[in-house]
């Protein structure tokens, strides 16, 4: 808590002022509000998205290369595999090409693409293997696709923004900490074994204080599968957005393959009693902490995915899922070793710092473990080369 105490004393002015706006804003939201309380869920909605005061949608400055605190050196809020090292992007687009040659496709779409540095390492990856790819971005935040276009500028004629879901797409969709940014539910299974879910309201010196519900038939219906693993005093999110971006993927992909990258777990590891608090976290400044009400709009939200739900709503709208592993087991089967082995050993420095990075996407205690890569099929029989050894889907259905 004191390096939270101290990480905001430190804030940039701009950040203070934008932090004071979106409180003020969310108040407002809660204040005109019937209940006066709203669901977590809208909550977490306007913290991140809102069009003036989203973390995601007013700040593209904060996310990638901090202004959040007066330290010059500290660097955006928090770091994703294609931020840490193009060495992620490369090794993708391995197994996107076997993709794309299966498919005869030249397409890739990405949904949120954060900074556009995914998107230019995989152009660039496939510019010196002479292959032509139209990639297409799919992205809520106006902010991001405005650096998206700067960070791709050298690649215009290949890239198009959409503002709707494409239609009849065939070949290879990326989301990379997509489903983890997505605004979750929360709910709380109670000593008198009731089912309640978290609302925001106001206490009397106006901070936002959690309010506990009912569960309405969408909370109570979604949480069955989930009470047979849990005990009283359990909080957890459902996150009803990703499975609703599941349910569209039929709707406009005719054939091809859904690589969702993330952290996360199967249902049974994902409500464990060990988690009996959730896994909803904070990033602002590279801290870390659970607590959502210290500084919306000026950091990151996100919690755990279930890969489980996503199997699920996969299988139940006519598509399945072609491969499940860790990112490491994921990046190993997709040739991350070859990569290494040919990396310009020249300059110490940059080496050392490669090597660095490729060891935290590997690492079991680091992003090797923590995220996994699931993908998704329609209308696609081959196998996939990023889960010949070590697939895990059989863990994601009873
Ligand atoms: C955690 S960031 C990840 C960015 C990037 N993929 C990376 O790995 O560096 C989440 C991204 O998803 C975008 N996003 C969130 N919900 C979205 C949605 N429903 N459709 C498209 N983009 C979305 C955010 O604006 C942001 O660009």
């Not at 809520?140 to 650096?147: G, P």
């Not at 709380?188 to 936002?208: A, C, D, P, T």
């Amino acid at each position: 808590m004191s390096m939270i105490k101290s990480l905001l004393k430190n804030l940039h002015p701009s950040s203070i002022e934008h932090l004071r706006l979106t409180m003020d804003l969310l108040k407002r939201k809660i204040q005109s509000s019937n209940e006066r309380a709203i669901k977590f869920e809208d909550w977490m909605s306007e913290a991140l998205y809102n069009p003036f005061f989203g973390y995601y949608t007013s700040k593209k400055d904060i996310i990638f290369n901090g202004r959040n605190s007066t330290d010059n050196n500290i660097n955006g809020d928090f770091v994703t595999a294609p931020e840490l090292t193009p060495i992620f992007a490369k090794t993708l687009s391995r197994q996107i090409a076997q993709v794309l040659n299966y498919l005869e496709s030249e397409n890739i779409i990405e949904f949120g693409a954060g900074s556009g540095i995914l998107a230019k390492n995989i152009l660039q990856e496939f510019k010196k293997l002479g292959l032509n790819i139209n990639y297409k971005i799919i992205e809520i935040s106006n902010s991001l696709i405005s650096t998206q276009k700067q960070t791709l500028s050298s690649f215009n004629d290949k890239v198009e923004w959409l503002s709707s879901l494409p239609i009849g797409f065939n070949g290879c969709v990326i989301a990379n900490e997509l489903l983890d940014a997505m605004p979750v539910s929360i709910f709380h299974y109670s000593k008198n074994k009731s089912i309640m879910e978290k609302w925001v309201g106001l206490n009397q010196r106006e901070e936002f204080v959690w309010i506990d519900k009912p569960a309405d038939n969408r909370l109570l219906e979604a949480t069955k599968k989930i009470l047979p693993l849990i005990e009283c005093d359990y909080t957890s999110e459902i996150n009803f957005q990703s499975d609703a971006w599941i349910r569209t993927i039929p709707k406009w992909l005719t054939r091809g393959v859904v690589f969702i990258i993330d952290y996360g777990f199967p249902r049974h590891e994902y409500y464990h009693l060990q988690r009996a608090t959730g896994t909803l976290m904070c990033h602002l400044n590279h801290i870390a902490y659970s607590d959502p009400f210290i500084a919306p709009g000026i950091q990151d939200i996100t919690s755990h995915v279930d890969f489980s739900s996503i199997a699920e709503a996969s299988i139940e709208n006519g598509l399945y899922v072609l491969g499940y592993t860790s990112l490491a087991n994921f990046l190993i089967n997709s040739g991350i070793i070859h990569i290494v082995q040919d990396l310009d050993k020249s300059k110490i420095k940059n080496h050392v710092e490669e090597l660095g990075a490729v060891q935290k996407l590997l690492s079991e205690i680091d992003m090797g473990e923590l995220f996994k890569v699931i993908a998704i099929g329609k209308d696609f029989q081959n196998e996939l080369v990023g889960f010949s050894e070590n697939d895990r889907s059989h863990k994601l259905l009873p």
